[in-house]
């Protein structure tokens, strides 16, 4: 089963699989809280979306947009891709940067992170049809009084888990009474009597129970009986996001790669050796760099164009992608251009009268 998770833009919070500590469950002594099996498998069972920045997000207790502030200690003007006060009335909205696609019948439940207590502010939770829909959702968290409240970059700021919710739906409770199964009664009638038992001993300081401290069934996957769950699990294991790959970014390397092999094969099949191989190979990188040269400039300036009406990307994005670019055409380009010139060039013999160099006209010989 696969979750997609398509990145809007080729920058997006990161996406990890979701932390089972706590930092109040940390304060307590012996960090007894992780006792709760539960709760340590409920902080875990989804993933987390992080900020890609500390924000602080300041509210006067108004109901228009104006009476939030959003403030951050790096670019400001990164803030609106990534927060903002759409809703008004003290909400605040995250993006998440994704586009989400489950499988039929399945969507994703999205909300803070779990037994996370945040003073302030309190996230709102939705179950999202993300099998069908074509567009992004947000996370939206409601400020429970003025004040100010900080986001901390990798902080997480969204929970995201699935729901095959459909199937809720075909789901009939019934409500009965307890010695109506009587197999079920005694496995609780023995977890009864063995926790008062424990309890009373504990409280006495018995010596055995002040070592064992606390009983462990639920953590061991084991009745007061002493029979063995069929199914049982202590730890939430899952799996981190891949990224795919994407032919866009490689194919400045690609074409080159393709182009300097063609010209490696074309110097062995007409008898080339030495420097005349290098220069074939030179050529065939030029020619590959001028292909993703004419191929990414399209995607760059048609990017960067794009940026002049979309408030939502940084121009950094774009600065980084033709950065990126030029790291891959420039070595190829120039030195192969270089080298070529240099090994074939033309003389000039008179103003703007150029003939064959005698390299060159070997070269041409040969290739004859």
Partial sequence: MHLDCYKIYDVAPQMVPARSNRDWMDAFTDRHPYRCLPLTMANSTGWELLCPMDIKIKWNGGTRNEDIQILTRGDPNAISSFADAHFMRGIVTFHTGHLFRTPPGWGVWVTGPPNWPKDGIYPLTGLVETDWLPFPFTMNWQMTRPGEV?????EPFAFITLMEHKKLEEIEPERKLLRSNTELVKEYNAWTESRSDFNKRLKTGEENAMKERWQRHYMRGEKPTGDKADTHQTKRRLKAPKESFVLGAALPFILIGVCALLGVG??????FSGADILDAVSFGAFVGAMMALLGGADMIFGSALGGLFDKNTPWTEYLATAIGYATVWVPAIIPGSLHFHKRF???????????????EVIYMERVI
């Fill in 150 to 154: 900080i986001f901390e970059k990798d």
């Fill in 266 to 271: 074309y110097a062995v099949l007409n008898g």
């Fill in 345 to 359: 060039g033309f003389e000039e013999i008179g103003e703007n009268i150029f003939v064959p160099s005698e390299k």
